[in-house]
């Protein structure tokens, strides 16, 4: 028996996507300067440091680690010390009901004694005491190695696919696939400038994991692209249109599932790890677009064409052979 490959828009189907090509890059620029004005401003009103609103990753702060007598509701604590006055406290699990971490802006390393029996004294209910296991304090310069740690692994991440994409691709294609990639993850990135929603080490796992989504979602279709400038005889626009509309189900059921998963994450997964699911919620939806609406567009707007893919060393040899 064979089995039919499941296809949310029948294969042949034949939309142009390519009719709205200015409409869609025009709202593309436009995404990418509202975020690009939202970084900016911020950093001009504080430097960098307030370019987004940065966690105590960064920043610097205490860390109190509670066991509690009896199995705790984390929600409960970080509602507890919202109240005492410890706003933005982060509370996570440690792996069992009755053991949190907290974490907290800084304050100063001398007051990391009294920071940890202030946050004893919130965090404990009638019947129910907490106990100091561990508190230490992370200085401003540690947060500030670690933001400095984190732009070199983005930096890594992004020569890396800069490498990889100019050996699989002609320079077109390269630049295109870079292009709504850095459009991708810049609108991630300004989301956050502009909610102000805190940015922490979670976040930006996740601008890395949509780097990867991004990019690996355009090399789908401009791997069909090529495959239909070599099999078909059509313009450029006829072959980017008939390259969306074939992969166009791969690449909304490979979308949808990943945004469910993110969305799971982001309702059930706690506070500590809602900045990961936030910003891959994001880049899953912007990244889908941008691979239907963005980077075909883009290929046609350089110019792509048959002789784009035509091999150098033949075009040479052929050349060499004239008198």
């Not at 409960?76 to 919202?82: M, W």
Request: with cysteine; charged share 15%.
């Amino acid at each position: 028996m064979s089995m039919k490959p499941f296809n949310v828009f029948p294969y042949d189907s034949n939309v142009d996507f390519m009719r709205l090509r200015w409409v869609s890059l025009t709202i593309a620029g436009l995404l990418m300067l509202a975020s690009f004005g939202a970084m900016i401003f911020h950093a001009s009103q504080g430097g960098l440091d307030k370019t987004f609103n940065f966690a105590l990753d960064f920043t610097g702060g205490s860390v109190v680690e509670l066991r509690f007598d009896q199995p705790v509701d984390t929600d409960q604590v970080r509602s507890r010390l919202d109240a005492a006055g410890f706003h933005g406290a982060q509370v996570q699990g440690l792996g069992t009901s009755r053991e949190l971490m907290v974490r907290l802006q800084a304050e100063g390393g001398q007051a990391k004694d009294r920071t940890a029996a202030a946050v004893v004294q919130a965090a404990s209910a009638p019947g129910n005491a907490a106990h100091v296991v561990r508190s230490d304090f992370v200085g401003p310069q540690v947060g500030k190695e670690l933001a400095w740690k984190s732009l070199y692994a983005f930096i890594f991440v992004l020569a890396g696919l800069l490498i990889y994409i100019s050996f699989r691709f002609e320079l077109k294609f390269a630049l295109g696939a870079i292009i709504a990639t850095v459009h991708d993850v810049s609108i991630v990135a300004g989301w956050f400038a502009i909610t102000r929603h805190e940015f922490d080490l979670t976040v930006l796992a996740g601008l890395l994991a949509v780097m990867g989504f991004s990019i690996n979602d355009t090399i789908v279709v401009f791997d069909r692209v090529r495959e239909n400038f070599r099999s078909m005889r059509a313009t450029p626009r006829e072959i980017m249109n008939k390259a969306i509309n074939q992969t166009l189900s791969r690449t909304v059921i490979v979308s949808f599932v990943a945004f469910l998963s993110m969305l799971a994450l982001y309702l059930f997964g706690g506070a500590s790890l809602r900045g990961l699911a936030e910003a891959q919620i994001i880049g899953t939806v912007i990244g889908t677009l941008s691979s239907i609406f963005i980077a075909c567009p883009l290929l046609l707007w350089f110019g792509v064409s048959k002789q784009d893919l035509m091999p150098k060393a033949k075009d040479e040899a052929a050349l060499a052979r004239r008198p």
